[in-house]
């Protein structure tokens, strides 16, 4: 497609429930990165993928999160036991360069989980 | 200290007018800085990338970078009500030998009035 898709766009979930958000890219795009942005607050960073590889979980708020990216396409960040807590916007970005540091990120439109 | 720091707002400026967003960071390592647009509801929206010192021009927008200064502008001539939205600074924080992942300020709420 010609921007990154986030599925799905709305989430509520009640808590201790599993939840599973998925993102794809851009096509093509070898780098690809998880947010997460409270209401009012600019996005925090949560993981990095290059290609299958995450090469950056430092973000993750706890072992709940999980995040893959098994064929370096399509990534899906999994939260378990989801607590009221993770209500925020879940937004996925990708760039396209394998090292580049001046590389531009272009986000989804996010996933907004509500936890009950 | 926060490591990118913006002026939440709201700014409120005349249609026409010029609107002046500023950006400070902490991280003199910094490469790559980024201004995105949000509106309510929405995802950012890239609409500026800047990476040396001095300034970047684009349409109506300008980026104006100080490296020394550690300091990151972004201003939007002829302002138009369809400016309004919070815009929200980026700043490329790297760690050596892995990721490029943005660090993002809180984002500046700008008002177009008519």
């Known amino acids: 497609g010609a921007g990154v898709s986030q599925s799905p766009r709305y989430k509520v979930a009640k808590r201790g429930q599993d939840v599973a958000l998925r993102c794809d890219p851009i096509?093509?795009?070898?780098?690809l990165f998880w947010y997460q942005q409270a209401l009012g607050q600019g996005p925090e960073f949560l993981t990095y993928?290059?290609?299958?590889?995450?090469?950056?979980k430092s973000g993750l708020p706890s072992d709940r999160f999980f995040a893959e990216r098994p064929e370096g396409s399509v990534s899906t960040l999994k939260i378990q036991r989801t607590q009221q807590e993770d209500s925020a916007v879940y937004l996925c970005?990708?760039?396209?360069?394998?090292?580049?540091?001046?590389?531009?990120?272009?986000f989804g439109p996010g996933t907004r989980l509500t936890v009950l | 200290q926060k490591e990118v720091e913006q002026n939440s707002g709201p700014l409120s400026v005349p249609e026409g007018a010029i609107a002046s967003l500023n950006c400070t960071y902490s991280?003199?390592?910094?490469?790559?800085f980024f201004w995105y647009r949000q509106y309510s509801g929405k995802s950012p929206e890239l609409i500026m990338s800047?990476?040396?010192?001095g300034d970047k021009e684009d349409g109506r927008f300008t980026a104006q970078l100080n490296k020394a200064s550690q300091y990151v502008s972004l201003l939007i001539r002829d302002s138009q009500p369809s400016d309004s939205a919070t815009y929200l600074c980026?700043?490329?924080?790297?760690?050596?030998?892995?990721?490029?992942?943005?660090?993002f300020g809180t984002g500046t709420r700008l008002q177009v009035t008519l």
């Open positions: 970005a990708s760039s396209g360069s394998r090292t580049s540091a001046l590389d531009e990120q272009f």
């Open positions: 096509s093509g795009h070898v780098s």
């Open positions: 993928f290059q290609n299958e590889a995450q090469l950056d």
């Open positions: 991280d003199r390592v910094s490469q790559s």
């Open positions: 800047i990476y040396s010192n």
């Open positions: 980026a700043v490329n924080t790297l760690n050596t030998g892995t990721a490029s992942k943005l660090t």
